[in-house]
């Protein structure tokens, strides 16, 4: 059972950048592959970014691609996603997911992820 604790959300101005983290335990962090995905009042989750269990490949939503960064950091156990020149349309709950499938990785699909953290608010103001 992977434990996932998601940190660092709060309010910025558009233009501007935070840093969100996950701190994951509770399992073998190097065996799973990462994501973020948001979710915005209203909609539907949706992808954001994801990163190989290796932290080799790192994927992202054509929406973020250029200003966020995705990393995986194995001695502390963390995932972080480096967020710059935030939009308005961020504005959203951010949520770090962990897949532990040892053979493919959806990555944009949801579903494909065996544990989820709470969430963290992330609010960009105009």
């Known amino acids: 059972q992977v434990q996932l604790v998601e940190s660092g959300g709060g309010l910025v101005q558009a233009g501007g950048s935070l840093r969100l983290s996950c701190a994951a335990s509770?399992?073998?962090?190097?065996?799973?592959?990462m994501g973020w995905f948001r979710q915005a009042p209203g909609k539907e989750r949706e992808f954001v970014a994801a990163?190989?269990?290796?932290?080799?490949?790192?994927y992202y939503a054509d929406s973020v691609k250029g200003r966020f960064t995705i990393s995986k950091d194995h001695a502390k156990n963390m995932v972080y996603l480096q967020m710059n020149s935030l939009k308005f349309e961020y504005t959203a709950v951010y949520y770090c997911?962990?897949?532990?499938?040892?053979?493919?990785?959806?990555?944009?699909?949801?579903?494909?992820?065996?544990?989820w953290g709470q969430g963290t608010q992330v609010t960009v103001s105009s």
């Open positions: 997911a962990a897949d532990g499938d040892q053979y493919t990785f959806n990555y944009r699909e949801g579903r494909s992820y065996d544990y």
């Open positions: 509770g399992g073998a962090f190097s065996m799973y592959h």
């Open positions: 990163i190989s269990r290796s932290g080799g490949m790192s």
